[in-house]
């Protein structure tokens, strides 16, 4: 009984290697990436879309309106134009319990599943009934032979739910359940390399703007050395244009991207929010030398959707002293005939967290 009950709790997470497209539920866009692999090491973007959702479909990272996101899904999926209908989907990384433990090495699964729900019952607030669970070894322990490190992944079972709720209202079916800090990490492996200049032994700082708040994660030899979060977003950017010009603010949010404002959209606008990012990247870089061994950051990748926000990557690699780049990690892949490259360029730090969630099409079985 008890692991029967264990391999249902443990669904989230596992490495599965079908073919299935990655879907970013953010708080304002569904995405999706479907990538193809034609060699070995060797990946094609075959086709992916971005599709906007109404207000309020998504708030704080919570599924409010599972009908409407439903119905979003189903259309960017048409729009997709793929039969595939296998999806990975990820959480926000808030509502997920992560621990990192030492467990004895060299032993059978089963008997680690015992030892993981032995050690979630002393980090998880909730009853085990109330959660999905799952764990994945990472490698052997630091300082000891005969210990592994295990990453044990914990999340109440309706943030799930609701998930997979939203892609079966599109006629979609959930294959994978990951962490969107996590998948947008994967897609931070595909930026690695000669190209941009980084390296594992770098200190990173990936700097996620997105609708409602900029994320700073500071990498380090493939670990996460330090992670803020700030209430600060693109969404402000399109309130700042609508209070300015006068205009609702969905008429803003188009604006911003289509272009078309006033002469004076530049300096009096954009601007003072590219300054307001730039000191947040700024006291977040502060905090992470005061609070950690660290006192320099080598690199930093803009990621989200206002990182192509004009003059932002000069004005950050300006003030900061620190080289700076905006993401891209189809760079390195084909193209299928479908994909406009320049439109991707712009697209893809966007992108990131669907790009990620495509990549767990060819993890390990």
């Known amino acids: 009984m008890l692991k029967e009950k264990l391999a249902d709790q443990l669904e989230f997470l596992r490495s599965k290697a079908p073919p299935l497209i990655g879907v970013d539920i953010s708080s304002s866009f ?26 309020d479909t998504v708030s ?30 990820a959480l926000p990384a808030a509502a997920v319990i992560t621990k990192k433990v030492l467990l004895k090495g060299n032993q059978r699964e089963e008997d680690m599943e015992y030892q993981v729900q032995s050690e979630a019952n002393q980090y998880i607030p909730f009853s085990l009934d109330e959660v999905n669970l799952d764990f994945q070894v990472i490698g052997p322990a630091p300082n000891s032979e005969d210990e592994v490190e295990v990453l044990i992944a914990a999340s109440r079972k309706e943030k799930i739910e609701d998930r997979v709720a939203v892609a079966e209202a599109a006629g979609l079916k959930t294959i994978v359940m990951d962490v969107d800090s996590y998948a947008a990490l994967a897609a931070f492996e595909m930026i690695k390399g000669s190209a941009t200049g980084i390296e594992n032994k770098d200190v990173t700082a990936i700097i996620d703007i997105g ?24 969404y402000q950017l399109t309130q700042d244009i609508s209070r300015q010009f006068g205009m609702p603010v969905e008429e803003a949010e188009v604006a911003k991207k289509t272009g078309g404002l006033p002469e004076n ?37 803009l990621t989200g959707g206002c990182a192509m926000l004009d003059g932002l990557e000069e004005m950050v690699a300006q003030r900061t002293q620190v080289h700076t780049l905006v993401a891209n990690p189809f760079a390195n892949m084909a193209l299928s005939a479908k994909i406009k490259p320049r439109q991707l360029t712009v697209d893809a730090p966007a992108l990131m967290i669907a790009c990620g969630l495509a990549m767990r099409r060819f993890d390990p079985a």
């Open 265 to 301: 959209y530049g300096p009096d606008v954009l601007q003072p929010f590219n300054e307001k990012i730039v000191l947040e990247i700024s006291r977040a870089l502060q905090f992470f030398f005061t609070s950690t061994q660290f006192s320099t950051v080598d690199h930093i990748v």
């Open 211 to 234: 609708a409602q708040t900029t994320r700073v994660t500071v990498m380090h030899e493939d670990q996460q050395v330090y992670s803020r979060e700030q209430q600060l977003g693109g």
């Open 60 to 89: 704080d990272g919570n599924i409010v309106n599972i009908e409407a996101a439903g119905e979003i899904m189903r259309r960017a999926h048409k729009l997709l134009g793929t039969r595939i209908k296998n999806v990975a989907l």
């Open 30 to 55: 569904i995405k999706m990436v479907e990538i193809a692999e034609v060699g070995k090491g060797l990946y094609r973007v075959e086709r992916y879309v971005i599709e906007p959702l109404p207000r």
